[in-house]
């Protein structure tokens, strides 16, 4: 239990405000006319004005990954998500695996304007409402209790609200009782209590509190007259935690136990500025060419667009222009088009539109032959494990996890999305280290895991781009016998070979020690898990039977459950690298083809094991089955593969976005009556694909829901490269270019590009293990655009801890470089090298 704690206005003392003076800086604080001003109720669902948007549970708690900053009552302030979670919870700055409710309804009454959300912590036994509704410039925010407060939550529960903290640096707070600036770097005060544990301490203290007094697009007021405020810096929990404030929910009390009033700043007549989405990259001279504005539903209709050509003296001259033609209404902005096709003549050029002016891009016809290269260059050798990687004077971490692995015990749950089956599928027993799994394989994403189903599809991208365009690209030492790499020095090895190698040195380790795949690797507890910086620091480099006492039981646990959709897959990775590694690694390509088919024969010999956990324990079983047939046929020229390809027509049929791509390579495999049973998919397929891109105007794929959508983007741009190529008469090319103008910034909320390092403005903030320095990995594709609930799409530039916008992952990689490679191959530009 923590003990009470002590007044505290502020870190620093200040003398309090005279009640006069208060008063007066919340009226210069919150301008008046509400009556005109005030929000509404949408047709949408949440309160609204233009500048300022209050979200009521629109979005909730993540089911996989629990708090991710997107749920409860949230705050949209100038075209900013500025505040989230406003929602009862059991500490003043919780982290993100702490408890959080489960919604059970959420009611809008049109009527009274009014939003009523009830929510359950199940373990607790406690339910509650908060209700929200128009106030002032604001809203009024209450929370209503069935019955008191169950015991063991008095002096827990409190309603918080959290304000992100780069929207508000450089800022100050005002309050009843003093002053002070918003802290750069996490500088909230903190205690212990009585059995030693620490306690976050507020800031501030009091019945009313203004964040940003002298930033009218920042200034947002509370009051609670019934209820002490206080103000926490969650950072001091956890780098990811954001500002809060915080009032306890009293005991002993039902009905409405809490109210604050919630009011933000607005300036007069503001719309958000037009943004014009084109590719940071560029095109090349014959693909069509559309950039696409994005403008505040409540902004005039644009002037004219122009196209300028940028001379060495930095003077222009201009190119094309036209009047956008309106595209319509898509999430909560309008959105116009620019068409410039018709400009072909190499140069750089700038787009003018509606006051705007865009970085310069290029028009040639090598404009995608070196995007790819920060991606090979550096992000993959980066996220290389069991390696030591040096960059110039840059460590980025030293030779990591070579105490790998120990055994996890029979149906254990991990909070990151692995379970262990009721059989180990093992011969080590649990907590025994594993010997011969501190091999090969890449960080997944930003965290440190190695999962087994990322790292056979990222092989099997890795070598659709071996076998497309052979880039010899020579940049990096791979030294094995020292588990070393350096980034920009050349060893007369082409990289990508060299990458190939490194994830199918995990793969085959697995079946090396096991027999079969297995979901994979990770960290033992979240003291590990959440660990920032050099992952060499995150075990001692002792396998854990050695004896030494005073050694932690800090090395990674291996799970084991041998599904038959893992083996499908890892079988399907280590055919497709046995093809890439001969004449490289001649004994490992033997070796992948021949695990391969063993687990082939194995898989086929046994009832399936159908066991499934999260997204570690593989895909859909017949889709993996599918992939091992596709690339067995492919190595191997075997009529059992062509045969068992043709008899997973069903699966073709049912899972034709995700499956045609496969199958296209060795449809000349496959007799005319499956030919002609394919073309005719495909046929219904691309109807099926315009109904999917018709509701937005950037021609892609936008998907709903808490992890962005960039991979179905490429995923989607490569089906329809592989259908092309098939039926050009039936696919067009420019949908697969379209997929790389979305990355490289055609797409809603900013027109950055998404691969770092990659364009002339591209993510320079992003979800690396790299992340807590607000920093990038040069070639890290991030997962893009996230649209909340209702209708706010977001990419934050200048937060990171957002993985579901910002995390990096090894799979969306690879599939890039194939991408890019495919477009020059469609485009018969000069080739990417």
Do not use: C
């Not at 201009?318 to 319509?328: I, S």
């Amino acid at each position: 239990m923590h003990r009470p704690t002590p007044s505290l206005r502020r870190t620093a003392p200040t003398r309090p405000l005279p009640i006069a003076l208060l008063a007066a800086a919340l009226a210069v604080a919150l301008p008046g006319a509400a009556a005109e001003r005030g929000l509404r109720l949408d047709e949408a669902g949440y309160f609204s004005r233009p500048g300022l948007d209050v979200l009521a549970f629109s979005n909730t708690y993540d089911d996989n990954f629990s708090d991710s900053k997107i749920a409860g009552v949230e705050l949209i302030h100038h075209g900013v998500r500025t505040a989230t979670n406003g929602d009862v919870r059991l500490s003043p700055t919780p982290e993100q695996w702490d408890p959080v409710a489960v919604p059970v309804r959420r009611e809008v009454d049109a009527a009274t304007g009014t939003v009523s959300t009830r929510l359950r912590f199940d373990r607790e036994d406690f339910e509650y409402v908060v209700r929200v509704s128009p106030r002032g410039d604001g809203v009024a925010i209450q929370v209503v209790l069935d019955a008191p407060l169950p015991p063991a939550l008095a002096g827990k529960a409190g309603f918080n609200l959290e304000f992100l903290p780069s929207a508000y640096f450089g800022t100050s707070w005002l309050g009843d009782a003093g002053h002070g600036q918003l802290p750069l770097y996490p500088a909230g005060p903190s205690a212990r209590d009585a059995a030693g544990a620490t306690v976050r301490l507020p800031m501030a203290r009091g019945h009313a509190l203004t964040l940003a007094p002298e930033d009218p697009r920042r200034r947002v007021s509370i009051r609670s007259p019934g209820a002490e405020l206080g103000l926490y810096d969650g950072r001091n929990q956890a780098q990811n935690g954001w500002y809060v404030v915080r009032s306890l929910l009293p005991a002993g009390r039902a009905g409405t136990v809490l109210e604050w009033t919630v009011e933000g700043s607005t300036l007069p007549d503001w719309t958000r500025p037009t943004v014009i989405g084109h590719s940071q990259v560029g095109y090349h001279p014959a693909q069509r060419k559309v950039a696409v504005l994005e403008r505040d539903r409540n902004a005039a209709a644009p002037g004219t667009a122009r196209l300028l050509r940028v001379s060495a003296d930095g003077t222009t001259r201009q190119a094309a222009e036209a009047t956008p033609q309106r595209w319509g209404r898509y999430l909560r902005y309008d959105y116009y088009t620019f068409d410039f096709s018709g400009v072909r003549e190499p140069g750089l050029y700038r787009i003018e539109a509606d006051g705007q002016r865009t970085a310069a891009f290029r028009i040639a016809d090598d404009a995608y032959a070196s995007a790819w290269h920060p991606t090979l260059d550096v992000f993959f050798p980066v996220q290389m494990d069991h390696m030591s990687v040096n960059e110039a004077y840059r460590v980025w971490h030293g030779r990591s996890h070579m105490d790998d692995a120990r055994q996890v015990a029979p149906d254990t749950q991990h909070f990151d999305l692995y379970g262990q089956g009721p059989e180990l599928d093992s011969p080590f027993s649990p907590g025994e280290h594993i010997p011969g799994l501190a091999v090969g394989g890449w960080f997944d994403a930003g965290d440190f895991d190695l999962r087994t189903q990322t790292h056979y599809a990222t092989v099997m991208s890795l070598v659709d781009t071996w076998e497309l365009a052979r880039p010899l690209r020579d940049e990096t030492t791979v030294d094995r016998a020292r588990s070393h790499v350096e980034i920009h020095r050349p060893d007369g090895v082409p990289d990508l070979l060299q990458q190939i190698e490194h994830g199918t040195l995990m793969l085959i380790a697995q079946h090396r020690v096991f027999g079969h795949a297995i979901p994979g690797i990770v960290e033992p507890d979240l003291g590990q898990y959440t660990h920032l910086g050099d992952a060499v620091t995150k075990t001692d480099g002792k396998v854990d039977d050695h004896g030494d006492p005073d050694s932690p039981r800090d090395d990674r646990l291996a799970f084991t459950t041998a599904t038959t959709a893992l083996n499908y897959g890892s079988a399907a990775g280590l055919a497709a690298a046995s093809r890439a590694l001969r004449g490289h690694d001649d004994a490992l390509a033997a070796e992948s083809l021949a695990t391969a088919k063993k687990v082939w024969a194995f898989e086929q010999s046994r009832e399936p094991n159908l066991f499934k956990v999260g997204n570690t324990t593989g895909g859909h079983p017949q889709d993996e089955q599918l992939d091992a047939a596709v690339q067995l046929l492919l190595a191997t020229g075997e009529a059992k593969y062509a045969d068992a390809v043709a008899a997973l027509w069903p699966a073709i049929d049912e899972r034709f976005a995700s499956n045609a791509a496969a199958v296209v390579p060795v449809l000349p495999k496959l007799d005319g009556a499956f030919r002609a049973k394919f073309r005719e998919r495909a046929v219904r397929f691309r109807s099926e694909r315009a109904a999917m891109v018709a509701e937005n105007p950037y021609g892609v794929p936008i998907t709903r829901g808490g992890w962005a959508g960039n991979s179905a983007v490429v995923g989607m741009a490569t089906t329809n490269y592989w259908l092309h190529r098939a039926f050009p008469d039936v696919f067009d090319a420019e949908d697969t270019l379209q997929g790389l103008n979305y990355l490289y910034g055609t797409h809603p909320d900013s027109n950055l590009s998404f691969v770092s390092a990659v364009g002339a403005q591209s993510k320079q903030v992003a979800y690396g293990n790299n992340r807590a320095d607000y920093s990038f990995i040069a070639g890290g594709v991030v997962p893009g655009v996230l649209v909340l609930k209702p209708d706010f799409p977001e990419n934050k530039e200048d937060w990171p801890f957002l993985w579901g916008e910002n995390e990096y992952v090894i799979d969306l990689g690879a599939k890039y470089m194939f991408l890019v490679h495919a477009a020059q191959d469609l485009l018969g530009g000069q080739r990417a090298r």
